[in-house]
DNA sequence: TTTAATAATGACTCGTTGGTCAGTTGACTT
DNA sequence: AAGTCAACTGACCAACGAGTCATTATTAAA
């Protein structure tokens, strides 16, 4: 099993490099087994350090979970909204544009515990659930709304709920990713991701236009 | 706190409603708390029974979750099989039925708490996972593609990969029973999930008629 | 080389919880 | 009314895992 024997245990002293590398070893136990059955000796092991060492830079089990959360995400959201004030083009290219950047984050296997781990255990941390609805969803939603503001304005996005249409682009995305942290295994190669996001943005894209063509609903 | 004071806590043998009553609360407890946080003392309590009673009908905690998954959606999945066998009326008609029946049961607030369950625990129950995936996935998905071949046998559906076409009808809906029973507490009121189905289905029935109109993806 | 400061360890404690079982009590038979 | 069966109970046990802390090892400064 462990075949760490040869390369010593070498103990090393590294302040610094900690914190990131916990809360990497984190995540992968998180979102793999769920928060009350994560160890923290796994984790703790999984870093290459000690338990003793994980209460060293996080004071429990529930800062740690914290942190994983708040650190996974927010510098993206920030990336995004940074991206989206500086471009002013074709409201539908930044829409696709945003779909990219939603997916290089979702579809990151890296990254695709969070969402899973948020929703499995949201009713145990509502304090959590609730920094994440605020930090995260909201934001992501100002996000779309904006975008689809602009391409309502010049005419070539139809109108309607902003967060209901944000809801409609996104599930999928979020879906597919929680979907292959879980069933994923079993389901291994019956849909592809990548293509299953592409088929999704284009119908996306072709119902978000204004209904030009002869089909009015019902 | 307990205010069953006044109600003499009569302890009553009812062998034939145990089952169906613990696993009511198990499948509430599993769902709020997820697999290891749930505690089987609270089951019990929430069933009305002591802890002793539980082992009494199911051999562990793991065979009581086996139990809620297994027997909270096959019924419904059945149903739905049946009806599809002797219907052979509109294929677009019969795709509306068949989300509307999908969300009859995810819609369920009882019930809504099995997709999320599935999810968040598949990566503890290797077994569970897959004879869910094999059960529910699969047989979910065979319906979906039934209705879409005859759709597309007399022209009203446009082709394409039927898995990929039901996990994009398909994972709105889970989703927002995932979202339910996870963020839908902070999210109150954003979203109606009722209207959200609706614009989805409408969404998705147009994306999946014939490209008539003159748009062609670039 | 010696010393001081502190990063890291791992054996320990202690609360929690899955699972057991000897005893209790409700319901049915005679 | 007495007897019998088994559904039900709850005190108990053992395992497990979060969190502690006295000790050890590393690094940099003196």
Redesign the pocket.
Same mark, same amino acid.
């Given at each position: 099993m462990n075949t760490d024997a040869p390369s010593l245990p #070498?103990?090393? +002293? +590294? @302040?610094a490099e900690?914190p990131a590398e916990l809360l990497a070893a984190a995540l992968e136990v998180f979102a793999e087994r769920g928060y009350s059955a #994560?160890?923290?000796?796994d984790i703790a092991r999984r870093a290459g350090?000690? @338990?003793?060492?994980v209460?060293?830079y996080y004071a429990? @089990?529930?800062a740690l979970f914290r942190a994983v959360i708040e650190t996974a995400v927010l510098p993206h959201l920030a990336a995004g909204e940074a991206l989206l004030a500086q471009d002013e083009g074709d409201p539908e290219a930044l829409m696709r544009a945003l779909f990219a950047g939603y997916w290089r984050v979702l579809g990151d296997p890296q990254l695709s515990g969070i969402p899973k781990l948020v929703m499995a255990e949201a009713g145990n941390f509502p304090e959590v659930a609730a920094y994440y609805h605020e930090q995260v969803v909201m934001r992501g939603r100002a996000l779309f709304a904006e975008i689809h503001r602009r391409g309502v304005a010049r005419g070539v996005f139809r109108e309607g709920d902003p967060a209901l249409l944000c809801q409609l682009a996104l599930s999928p995305l979020l879906f597919v990713c929680v979907w292959r942290s879980s069933l994923g295994g079993c389901d291994a190669g019956a849909i592809e991701p990548d293509r299953f996001v592409e088929a999704h943005v284009d119908m996306f894209m072709r119902g978000l236009m204004p209904a030009a063509s002869a089909r009015s609903s019902s």
């Open positions: #070498a103990r090393r +002293r +590294r @302040k900690r #994560a160890r923290l000796d350090v000690s @338990k003793g060492t209460f060293l429990n @089990k529930q």
